[in-house]
């Protein structure tokens, strides 16, 4: 009876050593196996954007369509389970706490872009339980497909409703799929991601391509001169609920 | 000692009881294999209201596995002898609580088969990972003391050292599983509703009120039916217990009101203007609440004179009030009302799924049935060692 108990002990000693030592062998590869970066990859320390109403305006659909079908985003079709990473909203809402009741009608009512803001204080990645949305080096709050449990934390945890769930699986409301880009799966969460995929391949996002006005610009806000810091020097912009401490990164000229 | 729970005096009325439950479990699990293929569509979750019936049950099951430690506390502490009894009784509760819970969160989660991720990427900075390291620590503890103060009991000795050490342990781990639970939802910037630091005390005292009036309950289920008898003494003491609990968690629900509508901040307003009085032209919590609000009150009247609260009768029907009030007020709407006002200052409604409510329903069967496997267990040590007491006593009074 003893020795069994002690045989039995040690063969589950080994096993329990065996399965700690897995993910450390994980990591050890992952050294091993270093990757190169695109010589034309763009760079810069922390990633922001501009995004000019008055100049957006008749590119606005042209953007959002430009990013859903570079990043396979479903059309569900319903507010429920919609799953959206650029969206329209009136003012009235994406900066309700900065509208009041004598507002120019047109103002309150007129459409503007949406998207991500990567924070640079994110309540999404303080909350996330897996390190699965987690801020890249160059300031982009990424998320990782595989790892995320679908707990929805971040959900709760992101004051700009910049996050989708997916509710069931969204290929069958994928128009028309883009190899280059994964599809997600039922029960993870998704947002936009800058378009890091572009950026490392010397493009810029997908969603800036496409306004032809300039009404989007990108850049590095650590760069002094990049084209994204001199708009912010010499013009007024704003911020989404900027009193809430996320340091938003996504700029508006009104 | 298994063996008690399983053959020994097994009544057919107990055991159609399980075979109930575990029906009902079994419809569950059914509603939660089509969850787990279709996905969570299946409920009334949506982009707004991303937590729901789910996770609000979770969240009032956490206080039901905290309040053990109302029992465990004046007794190992306090030296409150009347409480020996039914410690176990408590600290069996409290197992299957914590099961309930930990069963609410897998079956909230969009990838399930992912859950070790939490453990495997362990992120400090989280709630929601020190939420499941409390909780699986919390129901590992109780299911040794449990287990060993019974097993002690089962033998007629007295429960071994290091269990002692494990029950001091669990006074303050039993606070840290709703603290940290609470902090889930106090830190969120922009969810007013949530954003107090009053929501980790409130939670206790609703938590220390909600769960002795279960073992209350549960002490006169045993007693019915096992004739197993708590005493009276410690029914009131856990009433009084309850009736301070309650004043104070009924307390810190009105004090919100004056923050919220003194300072007249519409941020704050509204989740209570929407469950109490509807708002935005939605209203679907407002006969609920006021439900909320009269057994809470009728619970107080109760509670308060001595009278009512010393008839058994009474006690029981204000038990139930207390039960009932706080799973409205912290199961079904405080994590909806927190979430039901989105991003961009509108409400959204929510309907839960007929699915979700099944699943909702199979895992408080589970939960039932542990307990009452459970608790066959307690009563069936504690009748033999209160039959060697008994007989031991006679045997003592016939020596002198
Ligand atoms: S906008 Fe929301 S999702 Fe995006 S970084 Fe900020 S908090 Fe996170
Ligand atoms: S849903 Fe995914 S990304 Fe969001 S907090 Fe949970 S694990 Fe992190």
Redo the contacts between chains.
């Keep these: 009876m003893n020795i069994n108990r002690r045989k039995f002990l040690k063969v589950g000693g080994v096993l329990a050593l065996g399965l700690s030592i897995a993910?450390v062998s994980g990591v050890l590869a992952g050294v091993k196996g270093k990757y190169m970066p695109n010589s034309k990859a763009l760079t810069g320390k922390n990633w922001a954007m501009v995004i000019d109403m008055k100049k957006l305006d008749q590119d606005i659909d042209a953007c959002i369509t430009a990013c859903h079908k570079e990043h396979n985003v479903p059309d569900i079709g319903n507010?429920?389970?919609?799953v959206k990473w650029a969206w329209t909203?009136k003012y009235?809402?994406?900066f309700?706490?900065n509208k009041h009741e004598y507002m120019n009608e047109e103002m309150e009512h007129k459409d503007f872009l949406a998207l991500c803001n990567h924070c640079e204080n994110p309540?999404c990645v303080?909350?996330?339980?897996?390190?699965?949305t987690f801020k890249s080096k160059d300031g982009i709050v990424m998320m990782d497909y595989h790892?995320?449990?679908?707990?929805?934390?971040c959900?709760?945890?992101?004051?700009?409703?910049a996050r989708?769930?997916?509710?069931?699986?969204p290929r069958p409301f994928i128009e028309e799929t883009n190899p280059a880009y994964p599809t997600r799966t039922?029960?993870?969460?998704e947002k936009c991601n800058f378009c890091v995929e572009r950026l490392a391949k010397g493009l810029i996002p997908a969603c800036a391509e496409a306004s032809k006005n300039g009404g989007i610009l990108f850049g590095d806000l650590e760069d002094p001169n990049s084209e994204v810091r001199k708009i912010l020097d010499t013009q007024f912009t704003v911020q989404r609920?900027p009193s809430?401490?996320?340091k938003p990164k996504v700029f508006y000229i009104l | 000692m298994l063996e008690k729970a399983l053959i020994k005096e097994s009544k057919r009325m107990f055991w159609y009881w399980i075979i109930f439950l575990v029906v009902l479990a079994g419809v569950g699990f059914n509603s939660y294999l089509h969850q787990l293929n279709q996905g969570l569509t299946v409920t009334g979750l949506s982009r707004d209201i991303s937590w729901g019936l789910y996770i609000g049950q979770f969240t009032f099951f956490v206080g039901v596995a905290a309040s053990a430690v109302m029992l465990v506390l004046p007794y190992y502490l306090h030296n409150v002898k009347e409480f020996g009894r039914i410690t176990v009784v408590g600290e069996f509760l409290a197992v299957s609580a914590v099961i309930m819970c930990m069963l609410f969160i897998i079956v909230d989660m969009g990838m399930p088969m992912r859950v070790l991720n939490m453990f495997l990427y362990p992120t400090l900075n989280s709630p929601m990972f020190w939420d499941a390291t409390v909780l699986t620590g919390y129901l590992l503890l109780n299911i040794f003391i449990g287990w060993n103060v019974l097993e002690a009991e089962n033998k007629g000795v007295n429960p071994p050292k290091w269990v002692k050490t494990l029950i001091l342990i669990s006074i303050p781990w039993a606070v840290s599983i709703h603290t940290v639970t609470a902090f889930l939802y106090a830190g969120l910037p922009s969810r007013h509703y949530w954003l107090t630091a009053l929501i980790a005390p409130k939670f206790l005292a609703s938590a220390f009120a909600t769960g002795p009036a279960l073992l209350i309950l549960i002490c006169f289920m045993l007693k019915k039916f096992t004739g197993f008898d708590a005493g009276k003494k410690a029914i009131q003491k856990l009433a009084l217990i309850i009736t301070y609990a309650m004043c104070i968690s009924i307390f810190m629900v009105a004090v919100e009101f004056f923050t919220a509508f003194f300072s007249q901040v519409p941020g704050h307003m509204v989740t209570l203007q929407y469950l109490f009085m509807g708002a935005h032209g939605h209203g679907q919590f407002v006969a609920i609440m006021w439900v909320f609000v009269v057994l809470a009150v009728l619970a107080l009247v109760l509670l308060i004179p001595r009278k009512t609260r010393e008839n058994d009768r009474t006690l029981i029907i204000a038990c139930i009030a207390v039960f009932v009030s706080m799973f409205i007020e912290k199961g079904l709407t405080f994590v909806i009302g927190g979430l039901s006002e989105n991003p961009f200052g509108e409400i959204t409604p929510y309907i839960p799924g007929i699915h979700e409510i099944l699943i909702s329903i199979g895992i408080w069967a589970l939960g039932i049935m542990i307990a009452s496997l459970f608790y066959k267990m307690v009563v069936s040590v504690k009748r033999e060692s209160d039959f060697a007491n008994a007989s031991f006593n006679k045997q003592e009074m016939r020596d002198c």
């Design positions: 993910p507010k429920k389970e919609e909203d009235g809402h994406l309700h706490d309540a303080r909350v996330c339980p897996t390190q699965a790892r995320c449990i679908g707990c929805r934390y959900m709760a945890g992101c004051p700009y409703g989708s769930f997916n509710f069931k699986d039922k029960g993870v969460v609920r809430l401490g996320t």
